[in-house]
């Protein structure tokens, strides 16, 4: 169940591209290579999701390989692994602002230096990295690959699941438009739901179909009245109209498992377009097969002809 919660405008990143004028836009360039030039310090970097938790973490090196400083950030969790990657880069960028010899940071996150290198609009996170960045030339971004060994990588992955695993929120991340975008799916689907196991109409099709989903339509005349149980049988036309709700056959009442898979009137149609194991199949399973369907129309035909005679 989604929870339940009252957020204002600011505790939204919404982006400021009605703020900076294009001529103003900047771009951060990275580099593949493992050793950019003379360092003072080596910076690895990480973010990482757990259990819904997220945390950032980093280790500096300095020139002799001696850890200078590390970090392990838990932030609060509505962020991403992105923003906990670019986090991680920020804060370690706040913590060698000082410093004027060439400083390395490495991130094994592709998606932050692409978003980086990018003139499109991004979160304030990704924004504030290159706007202190753009004066910073002797502050490297270097893309390392992830899981191979490396020892600094390893240890700042290990310091942002630690991170993750902590009680108190370091860092609270404001929501994103793609967070909220997701929240108001997830809501809309939770309550869509609820409204279809809780409603008294249409349980018919409930039986059917008990999940909600936007991935299904069915949008045919004909095949939506199999769907249903509205339209065309004599059972709904006596419900509705209180006409006689025996089929024409004389053997049953005009059901639509009646049509399926008894009426003799269209033994033909059964023959010629359904499955010979059609008597195991469900409706559903049924109207998944196209020539089935081509069948199930010409019995609406014939059915909706019977109702207007
Ligand atoms: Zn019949």
């Given at each position: 169940?989604v929870?339940?919660?009252?957020?204002?405008?600011?505790?939204?990143?919404?982006?400021?591209?009605?703020?900076?004028?294009?001529?103003?836009?900047?771009?951060?360039?990275w580099?593949?290579?493992?050793?950019?030039?003379?360092?003072?310090?080596?910076i690895?970097?990480?973010?990482?999701?757990?259990?819904?938790?997220?945390?950032?973490?980093?280790?500096?090196?300095?020139?002799?390989?001696?850890?200078?400083?590390?970090?392990?950030?838990?932030?609060?969790?509505?962020?991403?692994?992105?923003?906990?990657?670019?986090?991680?880069?920020?804060?370690?960028?706040?913590?060698?602002?000082?410093?004027?010899?060439?400083?390395?940071?490495?991130?094994?996150?592709?998606?932050?230096?692409?978003?980086?290198?990018?003139?499109?609009?991004?979160?304030?996170?990704?924004?504030?990295?290159?706007?202190?960045?753009k004066d910073?030339?002797?502050?490297?971004?270097?893309?390392?690959?992830?899981?191979?060994?490396?020892?600094?990588?390893?240890?700042?992955?290990?310091?942002?699941?630690?991170?993750?695993?902590?009680?108190?929120?370091?860092?609270?991340?404001?929501?994103?438009?793609?967070?909220?975008?997701n929240?108001?799916?997830?809501?809309?689907?939770?309550?869509?739901?609820?409204?279809?196991?809780?409603?008294?109409?249409?349980?018919?099709?409930?039986?059917?179909?008990?999940?909600?989903?936007?991935?299904?339509?069915?949008?045919?005349?004909?095949?939506?009245?199999?769907?249903?149980?509205?339209?065309?049988f004599?059972?709904?036309?006596?419900?509705?109209?209180?006409?006689?709700?025996?089929?024409?056959?004389?053997?049953?009442?005009?059901?639509?498992?009646?049509?399926?898979?008894?009426?003799?009137?269209?033994?033909?149609?059964?023959?010629?377009?359904?499955?010979?194991?059609?008597?195991?199949?469900?409706?559903?399973?049924?109207?998944?097969?196209?020539?089935?369907?081509?069948?199930?129309?010409?019995?609406?035909?014939?059915?909706?002809?019977k109702?207007?005679?």
């Amino acid at each position: 169940m989604v929870q339940d919660l009252t957020l204002y405008r600011e505790d939204f990143d919404l982006g400021h591209s009605d703020l900076a004028p294009p001529w103003e836009a900047c771009v951060i360039p990275w580099t593949m290579d493992m050793d950019p030039g003379i360092e003072e310090y080596k910076i690895f970097t990480d973010g990482s999701k757990w259990n819904e938790q997220v945390g950032s973490g980093a280790i500096c090196y300095d020139s002799n390989g001696q850890e200078e400083w590390s970090f392990s950030l838990r932030l609060s969790n509505n962020a991403s692994v992105f923003i906990a990657e670019a986090i991680a880069i920020l804060e370690s960028i706040k913590r060698i602002l000082h410093i004027n010899r060439i400083c390395s940071i490495f991130t094994d996150s592709r998606s932050v230096l692409m978003a980086l290198a990018s003139y499109c609009d991004q979160t304030s996170i990704i924004e504030e990295i290159k706007l202190i960045l753009k004066d910073k030339r002797n502050i490297v971004l270097c893309w390392v690959k992830a899981h191979v060994g490396i020892s600094g990588n390893e240890i700042a992955d290990s310091l942002a699941k630690e991170a993750t695993r902590r009680e108190t929120i370091d860092i609270n991340i404001k929501f994103s438009k793609r967070w909220l975008k997701n929240h108001f799916q997830r809501v809309i689907k939770e309550r869509w739901q609820q409204r279809w196991e809780f409603s008294l109409k249409a349980r018919y099709t409930y039986d059917l179909m008990p999940q909600v989903s936007t991935k299904r339509c069915f949008g045919d005349f004909y095949i939506n009245q199999f769907l249903t149980g509205h339209g065309v049988f004599p059972v709904y036309q006596m419900r509705f109209f209180g006409k006689n709700d025996i089929c024409h056959c004389g053997r049953d009442q005009g059901t639509i498992t009646h049509y399926l898979y008894g009426c003799p009137t269209f033994n033909q149609i059964r023959q010629g377009y359904f499955p010979s194991n059609f008597v195991n199949l469900g409706l559903l399973e049924l109207i998944s097969l196209p020539k089935v369907r081509v069948g199930l129309r010409l019995m609406g035909q014939f059915l909706l002809q019977k109702c207007l005679d």
